[in-house]
């Protein structure tokens, strides 16, 4: 609950983002997370109303539930070595337009992660069709992308 900070770049040792580390944090506008980065635990990011983008990196393992719960982030890019998404990762984020989810096989989804109102999720061209199957909730909104 700082809510005074605004920007943050955390050190390459940091291998997690502990449970409600920036919870309430509701000036952070922008963070970048290390390489060294494994994984994102439970409301990591709650509340954080000032975040519009995040870009996790490819080393992320695991997104954990509720990470960015009731967050303002209206984009998400999601590096290719995430494999589980957690449940209601995304609730209460209705500001959330477009995900980019750069994983070759679909990361496995927990109930509820991503909200209905989301616009696009684009995922690499070779696997549209895997991430229709697998994340049919939401097959109209998947589109190709092509990621370098």
């Known amino acids: 609950y700082c809510s005074s900070l ?3 770049n955390l050190p390459n040792r940091v291998k997690t983002i502990g449970k ?3 919870d309430g944090c509701s000036s952070l506008s922008h963070i970048e997370l290390p390489q060294s980065l494994l994984s ?3 409301e990591a990011f709650g509340d954080c109303i000032s975040l519009n983008e995040i870009v996790i990196p490819n080393s992320v393992v695991r997104i954990e539930s509720y990470a960015f719960l009731q967050s ?7 590096g290719n070595g995430v494999t589980s998404i957690g449940s209601g990762v995304f609730d209460g984020c209705y500001k959330l337009q477009y995900i980019y989810c750069s994983a070759i096989t679909p990361p496995i989804l927990g ?3 991503i909200p209905t109102s989301v616009g696009i999720i684009y995922v690499p ?3 549209v069709e895997e991430y229709r199957a697998l994340w049919n909730d939401f097959a109209n909104k998947i589109a190709a992308y092509d990621f370098e």
């Open 40 to 42: 994102i635990e439970m």
């Open 6 to 8: 605004g920007s943050i």
């Open 72 to 78: 303002t982030v209206a984009t998400v890019r999601i």
């Open 125 to 127: 061209r070779e696997s």
């Open 20 to 22: 409600r580390a920036f």
């Open 111 to 113: 109930s509820s992660a």
